[in-house]
């Protein structure tokens, strides 16, 4: 029965995709042998198709929507899809990217997130053409896996607080150029800026910040480098200093948070309204 309640909402919400209310629609649907569930933010003054972000939540956290991610999907038009996670070993919601607590996890994340695409996108009016991967520390970590594994799936990818790890670094190697954009503070302690070689944190060895995002520009071929302090959208006195690789092909961008910790960093920069710059670049 709340199934069917659930449908017939999103239904109504498709026939209403052009009027000016934004909306959220809460949804299900069966993968494999298990039933997933996501949240659809609908933009103010939808007319369809919208592009789309995908935004990964972090490890174990409640955290689902962002606010400043929907303001700036309002501002720009992007529908944006907040799909839960599955269990680990400590029944803490995530994404399979090969932590230790992991190990009985057999998700292949790469396909969930070809079935979320498509369950979205058969049931709401989406640009299939324009879709987007971000993500906040696990979710950001999901960033880099299906980037090194899955490059073509998204249009371009934006972590927070996202890792690396040096198993995946040195299993796979980049097939294709892919737009990257990473927000990272400096005083990170849970997803280290000077990386774990050691695995001191307990996540898995992890390249340094810096390094993992020049990988990805060195794929790239991008041929210039430049750093420049930054204004715009700065919320702090922290020093905010954007590194972009850039020429040739897709930019990879590196936004270094002077002192800041491990968060979604809306304290310091609006971090909705940048993702959703890089991401216009790539409709």
């Given at each position: 029965?709340?199934?069917?309640?659930?449908?017939?909402?999103?239904?109504?919400?498709?026939?209403?995709?052009?009027?000016?209310n934004?909306?959220?629609?809460?949804?299900?649907?069966?993968?494999?042998?298990?039933?997933?569930?996501?949240?659809?933010?609908?933009?103010?003054?939808?007319?369809?198709p919208?592009?789309?972000?995908?935004?990964?939540?972090?490890?174990?956290?409640?955290?689902?929507?962002?606010?400043?991610?929907?303001?700036?999907?309002?501002?720009?038009?992007?529908?944006?899809?907040?799909?839960?996670?599955?269990?680990?070993?400590?029944?803490?919601?995530?994404?399979?990217?090969?932590y230790?607590?992991?190990?009985?996890?057999?998700?292949?994340?790469?396909?969930?997130?070809?079935?979320?695409?498509?369950?979205?996108?058969?049931?709401?009016?989406i640009?299939?053409?324009?879709?987007?991967?971000?993500?906040?520390?696990?979710?950001?970590?999901?960033?880099?896996?299906?980037?090194?594994?899955?490059?073509?799936?998204?249009?371009a990818?934006?972590?927070?607080?996202?890792?690396?790890?040096?198993?995946?670094?040195?299993?796979?190697?980049?097939?294709?150029?892919?737009p990257?954009?990473?927000?990272?503070?400096?005083?990170?302690?849970?997803?280290?800026?000077?990386?774990?070689?050691?695995?001191?944190?307990?996540?898995?060895?992890?390249?340094?910040?810096?390094?993992?995002?020049?990988a990805?520009?060195?794929?790239?071929?991008?041929t210039?480098?430049f750093?420049?302090?930054?204004?715009?959208c700065?919320?702090?006195?922290?020093?905010?200093?954007?590194?972009?690789?850039t020429?040739?092909?897709?930019?990879?961008?590196?936004?270094?948070?002077?002192?800041?910790?491990?968060?979604?960093?809306?304290?310091?920069?609006?971090?909705?309204?940048?993702?959703?710059?890089?991401?216009?670049?790539?409709?």
């Amino acid at each position: 029965m709340q199934r069917s309640i659930a449908l017939y909402i999103a239904a109504l919400l498709m026939l209403c995709f052009t009027k000016a209310n934004a909306a959220t629609v809460d949804r299900s649907f069966q993968y494999n042998d298990t039933v997933r569930t996501y949240t659809l933010y609908i933009p103010d003054n939808a007319t369809g198709p919208l592009p789309l972000i995908i935004h990964a939540h972090g490890y174990g956290s409640k955290t689902r929507q962002r606010a400043d991610l929907n303001a700036a999907a309002d501002r720009h038009g992007y529908a944006v899809c907040y799909p839960d996670g599955s269990p680990d070993t400590r029944g803490r919601l995530g994404w399979n990217v090969g932590y230790p607590s992991q190990h009985n996890m057999t998700v292949d994340e790469a396909d969930f997130l070809r079935a979320l695409t498509a369950d979205v996108a058969g049931n709401f009016n989406i640009d299939n053409s324009s879709v987007f991967l971000s993500g906040f520390s696990n979710g950001g970590d999901l960033c880099y896996q299906i980037a090194y594994t899955s490059p073509d799936m998204f249009r371009a990818y934006a972590s927070v607080g996202g890792l690396t790890f040096t198993w995946m670094y040195l299993a796979n190697s980049l097939s294709s150029p892919v737009p990257f954009l990473e927000i990272h503070g400096t005083a990170d302690k849970t997803s280290m800026w000077g990386g774990d070689p050691d695995n001191t944190g307990g996540w898995g060895a992890y390249l340094p910040v810096p390094m993992a995002v020049a990988a990805i520009a060195c794929n790239n071929k991008c041929t210039a480098y430049f750093a420049d302090r930054m204004s715009e959208c700065v919320k702090t006195d922290r020093a905010v200093t954007c590194h972009r690789y850039t020429g040739n092909g897709p930019d990879v961008v590196l936004i270094q948070i002077n002192e800041g910790k491990h968060s979604w960093a809306a304290a310091d920069i609006d971090t909705g309204e940048i993702i959703c710059r890089f991401f216009n670049k790539y409709r």
